[in-house]
C-alpha cells in the first residue's frame, strides 16, 4: 500500500491509499483525479497520463525506458525533467507518501 498525492495547478489535492502493483494512471482515475486520462489503458500509446513527479521523489520513482522516453515527447503540455506517464509508476511500499503535480492541458 502506498498513499499517493496528487496536486493539480488550481491547487486542490487529492490523496488515496494505492493497493501494491497498481499503476498510478489506474489509481488516478479511480478517485477522479482531474486531467488523468489513460486513454490507452496503460500500454504507453497516449500519453495521456502525464504527471510532474515531486523533486523529492524522483531517485524514488526510478528510469525512464525508452518507450516512455518516446512518448513523453507526445504531452499536451511541454516535458520537464521531472515528467513521468503515471501507468508506468507502480505502487509499492517504497512510494508510500508520493507526490504527483498533474499539469493542466
Ligand atoms: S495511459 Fe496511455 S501512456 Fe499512460
Request: hydrophobic share 40%; aromatic share 2%.
Amino acid at each position: 500500500m502506498a498513499k499517493i498525492t496528487w496536486k493539480t495547478e488550481d491547487g486542490k489535492e487529492i490523496s488515496a491509499d494505492v493497493k501494491d502493483g497498481l499503476n498510478l494512471m489506474e489509481a488516478a482515475i479511480a478517485n477522479d483525479v482531474p486531467d488523468v486520462d489513460g486513454d490507452c489503458g496503460g500500454c504507453l500509446s497516449c500519453a495521456t497520463c502525464h504527471v510532474f513527479v515531486d523533486e523529492a521523489w524522483l531517485e524514488r520513482t526510478g528510469e525512464v525506458d525508452d518507450i516512455e522516453d518516446t512518448m513523453l515527447e507526445m504531452t499536451d503540455v511541454e516535458r520537464r525533467d521531472n515528467s513521468r506517464l503515471s501507468c508506468q509508476l507502480i505502487a509499492s511500499p517504497e512510494l508510500d507518501g508520493l507526490v504527483l503535480h498533474v499539469p493542466a492541458p
